[in-house]
């Protein structure tokens, strides 16, 4: 399809049919539309199509930048501190009593952590395990409450509601992180100490290249891991998708999808 739209492929084509060196701009549209006729061939199959529209249904997040948070709580309220103890004790419980059953709560309590391979599926599982009664809960309220009770540990949840924060408070609530963060905001520090970490190894990027990088942290802030099938969706597509990104990366590619996937979510 990228060949389809490549001033240059049409011309190489229109000299290939029409056996010419210097093809005209009819010639050149005629080949062009032949171009375009051979890519968009595959997609004359049904089945095809629905395979590629289950993919994206099965892959689709929706990320919240539009809503506003409710307000829970408003001025002086004596009772304040001791609703949000009541919503971090039911958390605590929830973990307690679920951290053998769900698998994403075993996964973030194993070690060594280069191990953990946490999935969308299992976070939201988790999220929707955390609605359920007898808890209720939602990774607002218990933000909101965590802040009630230890407002200097906690970093504002940021204009993004991603899913993936629960694992940062599931990670503050046993412990194992001194500081209520967004998640996204642990991978952005990881990030960068990965992009260091490459200068000093005398890898360099160009600026197309940041832009895909960019983009490929901020995909696994929101979704924990990224695989090459994930290009073909949004924003990757509008880019170049798959194939773009390949070549920009020359070979190199395969590796830093592994290293990311494995550095950014430890």
């Known amino acids: 399809m990228l060949d389809a739209v490549d001033p240059d492929k049409q011309i190489d084509k229109a000299k290939e049919i029409f056996h010419t060196e210097a093809p005209t701009k009819e010639q050149v549209k005629k080949a062009a539309t032949e171009l375009a006729t051979i890519a968009c061939s595959p997609f004359d199959n049904p089945k095809l199509r629905n395979l590629l529209i289950d993919l994206k249904r ?9 809503s506003q948070d ?10 304040a501190k001791e609703k949000a103890q009541t919503i971090v004790d ?18 973030i309590y194993s070690k060594p952590y280069g191990k953990r391979h946490l999935t969308y599926q299992e976070i939201k599982q988790l999220a929707d395990a ?9 990774p607002e309220l218990l ?24 694992i ?3 990670r503050f609530a046993i412990g194992e992180s001194d500081v209520l963060e967004p998640f996204s905001e642990a991978v952005d520090r990881r990030f960068d100490y990965w992009l260091t970490l490459q200068q000093k190894l005398g890898r360099q990027f160009t600026p197309e290249q940041m832009t895909w990088l960019e983009m490929i942290k901020d995909h696994i802030a929101a979704s924990l ?25 020359e070979g190199e590619l395969d590796d830093i999808l592994e290293e990311l996937n494995k550095e950014l979510v430890a």
């Open 225 to 249: 891991s990224i695989s090459i099938d994930h290009f073909e969706l949004t924003p990757f597509a509008e880019k170049g998708g798959a194939v773009k990104v390949y070549g920009l990366f």
């Open 70 to 79: 409710k307000l829970l709580f408003a001025g002086f309220d004596p009772q």
């Open 143 to 166: 933000w909101h409450a965590y802040e009630q009770l230890e407002s200097s540990k906690v970093r504002g949840a940021g204009p993004r509601k991603l899913l993936t924060n629960i």
């Open 90 to 107: 039911t958390f605590h419980r929830f973990i307690e009593e679920n951290k053998n059953e769900l698998t994403a709560l075993q996964m």
């Open 58 to 66: 099965k892959s689709e997040q929706i990320i919240d930048t539009v």
């Open 168 to 170: 940062s408070l599931i």
């Open 130 to 138: 955390i609605k359920n009664p007898p808890y209720s809960l939602t």
